[in-house]
């Protein structure tokens, strides 16, 4: 066969996919095959697969850059092809079905604010040392998701009588190699309860106003409000309706608490975000001029809940302030606060403290609950700052 038709069968299968032919022009690749570009706002926690955590500045607009918001990936990102792409739903339903992205666009469309902070933010303050990847305070991000209630099409497939999970999975699959070993290669792979996914839950296709990245779940991504990023499963595939709660890899061996019942702890599957404050400037170990107030800025989230109220001391939690909220409370979203700090003019180190309490009445602790594990680092930590001489 010549070259030339060679080509052009390779091209007619899928270029992106093909080997480079001698001396034929290198394939286009398809639009699925775009990568994320250099995005040298992020500090990199790992490269394989991309683990990037947001730097200070980018948790500062109420809005995160896209360029600059946190990726938390397990497995190498997949390279959907939108053309083919099709979701899934299936299981304990009346009509199993599959969409297209292209019919996803075209059903009703809502766009939410939602928070996603990674379970394991701000897990470098652990002590003893935690395994894991040590996340600073920048696991954590807000956005505007545009894409379709998942119950749109929960309802259209049927929930059947008795069913009270729906399993959402990943594109995205691989082994874990260390202990707790997986059972060799398995997807991404989350459930939720029923009331959560027929209440607003979305399957977004775009992230502040524009498609997703292939690192933040394109073509199309779970978002589930108030919860723990773990539970908006990227590159969706499938959406799995079942009669029984899942025991998947990542929500048992990973991001699961302990919880107590009757006395007897038994782990329990992450779900809504804790309430918590953080700190977003001064940074720790920053030098601030002894003696000039200095303006001490945050975010704060509660999950499901609203934040009421956000406290800050600069004396090691001896005394309280209560700190200005920024922002008018926004479902699922964070308040940013602020609050002038009147440095001290003698010169030494001083830690700051932030804590916030919801409409739930919920404060954060001041110690770290053992339960927790290595998730849900929303006890106050202390930031260690140092007043400088004078400016
Ligand atoms: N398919 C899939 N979905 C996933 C993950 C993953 O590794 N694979 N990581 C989860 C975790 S732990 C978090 S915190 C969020 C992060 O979303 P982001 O990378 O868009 O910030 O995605 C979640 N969804
Ligand atoms: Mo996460």
Known sequence: MPMNQIWKRREFLGAAAALPVLGAAPPRPAPSAVVDGPRPGLIVRETMPENLESPPAALESFLTPNEAFYVRSHFK?????????????????????????????GMPATTEVALLECAGNGRVALV???????????????AEWTGVPLRALLERAGVQDGAVEVILEGADSGEVADEPKSPGVIPFARSLGLRKALDDVLIAYAMNGRDLSPAHGFPARAVVP?????????????????????????QTLEYSTFGRHHGLPSLVPLAENAVKAQIISPTRGEVVPAGRPVVVRGAAWAGEATVMQVEVSADG???????RLVDEPV???????????????????????????????????????????TYMIHHVVPVAVEVGPPA
């Open 331 to 373: 479902r699922h979203a964070w308040r940013r606060w602020e609050w002038t700090w009147r440095v001290p003019a003698a010169a030494g180190g001083r830690s700051l403290m932030a804590r916030a309490t919801d409409d739930r009445g919920r404060t954060q602790p001041m110690t770290r609950d053992l339960d927790l594990r």
């Open 128 to 142: 003893p040392k935690a395994k894991g990847l040590l996340w600073g305070p920048g696991a954590v991000g807000t």
């Open 77 to 105: 990102v997949p390279r959907l092809d939108p053309a083919t792409w099709r979701l899934k739903v299936e299981g304990a339903v009346r009509d199993p079905l599959e969409v297209s992205l292209a019919e996803l666009r």
């Open 317 to 323: 939690g001896a005394t309280w302030a209560n700190a």
């Open 226 to 250: 108030g919860w723990y990023g773990m539970a908006s499963v990227k590159w969706l595939a499938r959406a799995v309706v079942t009669d029984r709660p899942f025991q998947g890899y990542f």
